[in-house]
Every structure is written in structure tokens, then in C-alpha cells.
């Protein structure tokens, strides 16, 4: 159950970005849902 919470942690840190920028996007959007409520 925390997989997602650290996968997400890790591209805030800036440690997948490089590997998998489509990670990257699909968790700015997720983020970006979260914050738009």
C-alpha cells in the first residue's frame, strides 16, 4: 500500500525523473487532481 506513496515521494526527490518521465507526468497530474480538489 505504500509502493505509490514512494514511488510519488521518489519524483519529488527527483530519482525517477531520468529513468521514466512518463512517471513523472501521470504523478504531476495526479498531484495537480489532488490540489484542484
Not at 500500500?1 to 512518463?22: H, W, Y
Amino acid at each position: 500500500m505504500l509502493l505509490p506513496v514512494f514511488i510519488i515521494s521518489m519524483i519529488c526527490l527527483g530519482g525517477v525523473k531520468a529513468e521514466d518521465p512518463e512517471i513523472d507526468i501521470s504523478a504531476i497530474k495526479y498531484t495537480n487532481d489532488l490540489e484542484n480538489g
